[in-house]
């Protein structure tokens, strides 16, 4: 398991592999005045979510055609059936909003998106100098500002510790993520859990500073930027670690206890103990006010996929899967449902903790979205065409969400919405007036179709 200071020393500040000043310096500005925030989940999943998967399974026949055809169609979800792995949020029908229709050509498809799904550009194999921007969901984290400003976790590969992310806090930079629970329960909350440590971090990071300061001396241009950014870096850390010391004691209340299972790195947790503890420690850290702003890897296709009801003994690869290999006798379609089901099942925890939580007039899912969306696009071999969004918003949401099922116009004709209208009216509904977030798609630039600007529909 990697700490954080053996990741920051391994990651190389100078080497701005990974720059960590836009996360953070969110603490020291509130762009937006807010006194509640907006939260926003972004849950990614691997191997495709097919259109038919989320659609509802009792449309008529008339709506069904236009389903078909990805014509456009709009029908409320309270007079229809969820399919059945979506029948565990039936009693949140009225947040879900199931959206279909959005290309993402722009972005990876195939296998992996890596960064390029949060930033709607080409990741080219997910090199570092393929990033062109910072992803979607570091741009919400400014607008919501909060001790670590964005929080990334994942399930990808299999790995544990502090390691590379797949979001992006600026061009040609990658974030860092938390791989298992009981890293990011003890990195979260280490003011409460290791005061010690923190201190003891402070003291590296000033030390790391000093270093930077003094190679600064002489450089230009693009590189002198760098290490402007990562010196920034440096004191966003060391304030907020400050300011999480001052407020360890309330941080306390929301501390996430965590079964021994998890314990170095949980090697013997099945996906679903993994995934539940996961989910504590998202939930405690947004109850906590540690951040505003979640994006979780729930898995990819190197994932080792273990304890799944009726594969409970096998350890199912999420790769084969998609290539229709059957585990334990089960089909490959069944079990790529059953691995769906346990995805819903964390969603439902996520909606039902926040309802419990009081907040203002109301409670904590008030203010929230969560969105589950295929990382690759439409199916295990994505191709950008389609990429299906599951949403779920609370009551005091910036958009008009909740309870519909929305089919956009396919790729190419007039009316049709990309990824990057779909980024850009998160953004605009929430204090950001930017024209269009994103790269533009080829094939509507091509026939000189309108394709920027948020999506009017879903504007409240």
Same mark, same amino acid.
């Given at each position: @398991?990697?700490?954080?200071?053996? /990741?920051?020393?391994?990651?190389?500040?100078?080497?701005?592999?990974?720059?960590?000043?836009?996360?953070?310096?969110?603490?020291?500005?509130?762009?937006?005045?807010?006194?509640?925030?907006?939260? /926003?989940?972004?849950?990614?999943?691997? %191997?495709?979510?097919?259109?038919?998967?989320?659609?509802?399974?009792?449309?008529?026949?008339?709506?069904?055609?236009?389903?078909?055809?990805?014509?456009?169609?709009?029908?409320?979800?309270?007079?229809?059936?969820?399919?059945?792995?979506?029948? $565990? !949020?039936?009693?949140?029908?009225?947040? +879900?909003?199931?959206?279909?229709?959005? %290309?993402?050509?722009?972005?990876?498809?195939?296998?992996?998106?890596?960064?390029?799904? +949060?930033?709607?550009?080409?990741?080219?194999?997910?090199?570092?100098?393929?990033?062109?921007?910072?992803?979607?969901?570091?741009?919400? #984290?400014?607008?919501?500002?909060?001790?670590?400003?964005?929080?990334?976790?994942?399930?990808?590969?299999?790995?544990?510790?502090?390691?590379?992310?797949?979001?992006?806090?600026?061009?040609?930079?990658?974030?860092?993520?938390?791989?298992?629970?009981?890293?990011?329960?003890?990195?979260?909350?280490?003011? =409460?859990?290791?005061?010690?440590?923190?201190?003891?971090?402070?003291? @590296?990071?000033? /030390?790391?500073?000093?270093?930077?300061?003094?190679?600064?001396?002489?450089?230009? $241009?693009?590189?002198?930027?760098?290490?402007?950014?990562?010196?920034?870096?440096?004191?966003?850390?060391?304030?907020?670690?400050?300011?999480?010391?001052?407020? %360890?004691?309330? !941080?306390?209340?929301?501390?996430?206890?965590?079964?021994? =299972?998890?314990?170095?790195?949980?090697?013997? #947790?099945?996906?679903?103990?993994?995934?539940?503890?996961?989910?504590?420690?998202?939930?405690?850290? !947004?109850?906590?006010?540690?951040?505003?702003?979640?994006?979780? &890897?729930?898995?990819?296709?190197?994932?080792?996929? &273990?304890?799944?009801?009726?594969?409970?003994?096998?350890?199912?690869?999420?790769?084969?899967?998609?290539?229709?290999?059957?585990?334990?006798? =089960?089909?490959?379609?069944? &079990?790529?449902?059953?691995?769906?089901?346990?995805?819903?099942?964390?969603?439902?925890?996520?909606?039902?903790?926040?309802?419990?939580?009081?907040?203002?007039?109301?409670?904590?899912?008030?203010?929230? @979205?969560?969105?589950?969306?295929?990382?690759?696009?439409?199916?295990?071999? $994505?191709?950008?065409?389609? %990429?299906?969004?599951?949403?779920?918003?609370?009551?005091?949401?910036?958009?008009?969400?909740?309870?519909?099922?929305?089919?956009?116009?396919?790729?190419?004709?007039?009316?049709?919405?990309?990824?990057?209208?779909?980024?850009?009216?998160?953004?605009?509904?929430?204090?950001?007036?930017?024209?269009?977030?994103?790269?533009?798609?080829?094939? +509507?630039?091509?026939?000189?179709?309108?394709?920027?600007?948020?999506?009017?529909?879903? +504007? #409240?």
């Amino acid at each position: @398991m990697t700490s954080r200071r053996s /990741f920051l020393r391994a990651s190389g500040l100078g080497a701005g592999a990974m720059a960590l000043a836009p996360a953070f310096n969110q603490v020291l500005a509130a762009p937006n005045k807010a006194s509640v925030p907006k939260r /926003f989940i972004f849950i990614r999943k691997s %191997s495709g979510l097919r259109p038919l998967e989320i659609a509802p399974v009792n449309l008529s026949e008339a709506d069904q055609a236009l389903d078909e055809k990805k014509q456009p169609l709009e029908v409320d979800l309270d007079r229809h059936e969820l399919p059945k792995w979506l029948r $565990g !949020l039936e009693v949140y029908k009225e947040h +879900m909003t199931i959206l279909q229709g959005l %290309s993402a050509k722009m972005s990876e498809n195939v296998h992996w998106s890596f960064s390029s799904v +949060m930033g709607c550009f080409k990741s080219n194999r997910n090199t570092l100098s393929a990033i062109k921007r910072a992803t979607i969901d570091f741009e919400l #984290a400014k607008l919501f500002p909060s001790p670590f400003g964005h929080v990334e976790l994942s399930f990808a590969g299999g790995r544990t510790g502090i390691v590379s992310g797949y979001s992006a806090p600026a061009p040609q930079t990658r974030n860092y993520c938390y791989a298992d629970p009981e890293t990011a329960r003890n990195e979260l909350f280490k003011s =409460v859990l290791n005061p010690e440590a923190v201190n003891s971090d402070n003291d @590296m990071l000033s /030390f790391l500073q000093g270093r930077e300061s003094v190679r600064e001396r002489g450089v230009k $241009g693009r590189e002198k930027r760098r290490q402007e950014v990562q010196i920034e870096s440096i004191e966003a850390i060391r304030e907020r670690n400050r300011k999480l010391i001052e407020i %360890s004691g309330s !941080l306390a209340e929301h501390l996430p206890e965590l079964d021994p =299972v998890h314990a170095n790195g949980g090697a013997n #947790a099945s996906t679903p103990e993994k995934q539940a503890a996961m989910t504590d420690v998202l939930v405690a850290a !947004l109850k906590a006010g540690l951040t505003n702003v979640v994006t979780y &890897t729930i898995d990819d296709l190197g994932t080792p996929i &273990t304890g799944l009801p009726g594969n409970e003994t096998d350890r199912v690869g999420i790769h084969p899967l998609g290539h229709d290999e059957a585990f334990g006798g =089960v089909p490959a379609w069944k &079990t790529r449902e059953q691995i769906r089901i346990s995805h819903v099942n964390q969603i439902k925890t996520i909606v039902e903790r926040l309802k419990a939580t009081p907040e203002g007039e109301g409670n904590m899912f008030d203010n929230t @979205m969560i969105m589950y969306f295929p990382e690759n696009g439409e199916t295990h071999h $994505g191709i950008g065409l389609e %990429s299906p969004f599951l949403i779920m918003a609370g009551n005091k949401c910036s958009l008009d969400l909740g309870g519909r099922y929305v089919r956009l116009p396919v790729l190419g004709v007039e009316g049709h919405k990309t990824l990057g209208n779909w980024y850009t009216t998160l953004l605009n509904a929430h204090g950001n007036p930017i024209a269009h977030y994103g790269d533009l798609d080829l094939e +509507m630039a091509r026939k000189k179709l309108d394709q920027t600007g948020p999506i009017r529909q879903l +504007m #409240a």
